[in-house]
């Protein structure tokens, strides 16, 4: 496996090899090396960018998505030009640009139970950059069956979570998360908002963490949960203990295969029968309006965001507001109320709060004014 470097590898690398902890054997560790990233977006660019300037010889990016100009405040691997391109084309064209050395595998899908085993094999580390609990779900479970490294981090507002999951020495995601959350309750980065630099931190954290699993230095935060405030600018650390009692990881696993993410964190089918809030279609709700049904019609979301686009007729009550709106609502319990948002999970949290104060007839609207803009009345601006 000795490989010369090239002149230029020598000059492009010559800081590494001047550490004695990377040196030589550790840059062509590196260069031999196949990360997966899952995600290209916010955590995914940096961490990409960065991995494949240190040199690591694969990267493989898993990503569906495309670029739309709202990812531009922090997935800084895309620009302005690479808008409505793939983004693992438009990252696999910074990272040559940057790195030559870098080999880009590029995967346009959703990661699933289906492929999951496939696409991890021949890596030797993982790193979770996604947004959404079924696929951190998913990723943990896979990369427990296959015994890889699986590098964390998550990021809302101004916090971000970073940790190391090797289930041969300490705990997977499920030892930290045994549940996942209910449908709705852990609003997403498009609904909450988050600091565009934020997943530079978080991010940078998680390529850190790679590259020394990858050349085998110094302590990993296996068994640590780094919790990064940025308002506060503290780093605090958790100790994190792998569960005996793990369904995956622990001593007498009951889940040995990859089981459906999507209904095992409520989302599939039949997972929003647990209340009364009926999910509409943006087509339905146009027919409703387009009918003169009788509703009351409201939106959950925040003022700047009533301001950028509305749907024309409902009444804006941001989410925060709804407890103290509810006397002004009463009088409508007994008529439809219909709710939506930006995306849609907003919305079911508002229909929720009203469902808990006796409100009978709760209708959300599925996708929110995204989908209306998309599907019903383009002039309605998307953000
Ligand atoms: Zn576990």
Redesign the pocket.
Known sequence: MEKDFTSEQLTRYSRHFILPEIGEDGQRKLLNSKVLLIGSGGLGSPIALYLAAAGVGTLGLVDFDKVDLSNLQRQIIHTNDSIGTPKVDSAEKRIKAMNPDTNVVKYPIKITSENALDLIRDYDLVIDGTDNFPTRYLTSDACVFLNKPNIYGSIFRFDGLATVFK?DEG??Y??LYPEPPPPGMVPSCAEGGVLGILPGVIGLIQATEAVKLLVGIGRTLVGRLLVYDALQMTFRELKLK??PS?P???TNPTITKLIDYEQFCGLGRGGSDQDNIRDITVEELKHKIDAGEKFVFIDVREPFEYQIAKIEGAKLIPLGTIPESIAELEAFKDTEVIAHCHHGGRSRRALQMLQARGFKKLTNVAGGIDQWSEKIDSRVPRY
């Open positions: 289930s705990p997977c499920r030892c792998k569960d793990c995956v990881c622990g």
